[in-house]
């Protein structure tokens, strides 16, 4: 069996002229990034089309050491799409270096569904997340910069500081640190520390921004700190929001490139889930619905994270509204909720799968909340027997919910023609748009209460004293009307990732709360959650290498 990287070698790739003609991109309009690349103009979204058109939205039950395969069947449906008729478009997140380096090993889908070409993608791809990072430390250096000129012109109390500096990879012994060491020379030293890149709230912006303009003005809205007076400063405050915007005039126009069967894919920011609003960019996907008839796209990790923030943060800023949802899940996965191992997952067990299918019922009803239509995708994998993959089946049907199977990895658009030809029908028949889980208008703790319990089903939220301290922080900042995007472990319904399943009487403790004020939410931070990650024991960049010939191995 043919790994990802040796099926995507494998695979005859288009020039991406020929991709950009089946969306009617003129090739004199895009920006080249050798034969397989390009940067599309944002002149070419058109809000009419894509009121008119159909957005698909993948995501999946809680996620799993084993893989659910979200994005491999998100890219999988879309070939599939374009086999039965329609055309369309997948739209998805960039990878972040962080976990291709360390527990992933690529982002780029699998097998017969993946994006091409697979190693410039999961790594420096056309340099978004490079010109993200360095407008974020230009913000830094800035704000460093105005402590050390004490001219009266900003007067910012270094101890009031918000703003951390960014990298996109996991390197935990920077979460904390002392900058501005080194006497007269150094700085100012203060307490500072890094986030991964795909934390930044630059990222955040860049994928809700409606055009550069947008950006220029949410990056001067971004909380820096507090003069000695007790001001609130922002980046306008010190002239940043300029040069920032002008080093990502490049990064706020999608990326076009291709799957392994041809079809088109733009991919464009990658914001995680669990720390941030974990979807691609507004411009990405209404591009992608100004171009094609269809679009699927993906939110990260499980509904309860990825999904809740498209709903409830993209589409409320956007207006856009999927006429259907695909929930991904896996045997192994729904075994894994019932409490085997991971070792143990290959070995046939309906009594545990009677025990996991709680957590796919759990996020079944979450979407219900959202009043659009849903299907369940099994994602097969080989070793799943036939009285495992019916057990599913028939739950679904007592629920009401469409089931199907799909073998994306091993057959590509050929495997998930019936899921296909089942959101065809369920987009066909969606006339409503989808309804918010609550108003923005409402109070911080009563907007995160609601998540709380009714997507995590939690009995209750705490609030931590210093929690309790930065809400009151928000409310005298004026910013209390903005939409709540809760950082969450990916693990578990709750705050503990220890509880799988579907956990019932826990509490949700939420321990501070960031402001996004550029971005435009509020960052409730719940459990021992982290936004700079740490690698595992055995980081998939000890694997990953390249050959003599300049071919990157191991990249999966």
């Not at 002149?43 to 089309?49: H, L």
């Not at 991964?196 to 949410?218: F, G, H, Q, V, Y």
Request: hydrophobic letters at 40%; aromatic letters at 6%.
């Amino acid at each position: 069996m043919m790994t990802d990287i040796q099926i995507a070698h494998s695979a005859k790739m288009n020039h991406i002229n020929d991709i950009a003609s089946q969306l009617k991109i003129s090739i004199d309009d895009l920006e080249h990034y050798g034969k397989y690349k390009a940067k599309i103009p944002l002149n070419y979204i058109d809000r009419e089309k894509c009121e008119q058109n159909n957005l698909i939205l993948v995501s999946a039950m809680s996620p799993t050491p084993a893989g659910e395969g979200k994005t491999t069947t998100s890219i999988g449906l879309a070939q599939a799409l374009n086999r039965i008729g329609k055309k369309c478009t997948v739209v998805l997140r960039e990878p972040s270096l962080g976990p291709v380096f360390g527990v992933k090993g690529g982002a780029a889908g699998g097998g017969y569904s993946q994006v091409l070409p697979m190693e410039d993608i999961n790594l420096h791809f056309t340099g978004d997340f490079g010109a993200i990072e360095k407008a974020n430390n230009l913000l830094s250096s800035m704000i460093d910069n105005a402590i050390h000129h004490t001219n009266g012109r900003y007067s910012i109390d270094p101890r009031t500081i918000a703003w951390k500096r960014v990298m996109d990879m996991n390197d935990r012994s920077l979460r904390h640190i002392v900058s501005g060491l080194g006497g007269t020379v150094g700085g100012v030293p203060r307490e500072a520390g890094f986030n991964i890149t795909a934390a930044s709230e630059i990222m955040a912006i860049l994928c809700l921004a409606d055009d550069l303009n947008d950006l220029k003005e949410r990056l001067g809205n971004i909380f820096v700190g507090y003069t000695y007076d007790k001001q609130p400063v922002y980046a306008k405050d010190i002239k940043a929001q300029g040069a920032m915007a002008s080093l990502l005039k490049d990064a706020i126009k999608p990326n076009l490139v291709q799957t392994i069967e041809n079809t088109p894919a733009i991919i464009h920011g990658g914001p995680f889930a669990n720390i941030a609003q974990g979807t691609n960019s507004v411009v990405a996907t209404r591009m992608g619905l100004s171009l094609s008839d269809y679009v699927v796209t993906e939110a990260g990790f499980g509904f309860d994270l990825g999904a809740e923030k498209f709903f409830d943060i993209k589409c409320g800023y956007s207006g856009l509204s999927p006429k259907a949802v695909v929930l991904v899940a896996t045997i192994r996965a729904l075994k894994y909720h019932g409490g085997v191992s991971v070792k143990e997952l290959n070995e046939p067990n309906v009594k545990a799968l009677e025990q996991g299918i709680s957590n796919l019922e759990k996020h079944l009803e979450n979407i219900s909340r959202f009043n659009i239509p849903a299907v369940v995708s099994i994602n097969k994998f080989v070793y799943d027997t036939t009285e495992e993959i019916e057990f599913v089946k028939q739950r679904c049907r007592e629920k009401e919910i469409d089931v199907v199977v799909a073998d994306v990895w091993g057959s590509g658009g050929e495997g998930a023609v019936e899921l296909a030809e089942a959101v065809s029908m369920l987009t066909a028949g969606c006339k409503q748009k989808y309804t918010p889980l609550y108003e923005w208008e409402w109070d911080v703790k009563t907007k995160v209460e609601t998540v709380a319990k009714k997507i995590y089903g939690a009995n209750a939220v705490d609030f931590t004293p210093k929690a309790r301290k930065d809400l009151k922080q928000v409310v005298d900042l004026g910013l209390e009307n903005l939409p709540v995007c809760i950082a969450k472990t990916q693990k578990s319904l709750s705050d503990n990732p220890k509880l799988l399943g579907r956990p019932k009487d826990f509490v949700v403790t939420v321990r501070e709360i960031e402001i996004a004020s550029g971005a435009g939410f509020i960052i409730p931070i719940t459990g021992d959650i982290l936004r700079m990650p740490g690698l595992p024991s055995t980081p998939a960049a000890e694997l990953i290498d390249v050959d003599e010939e300049g071919n990157i191995v191991n990249l999966s």
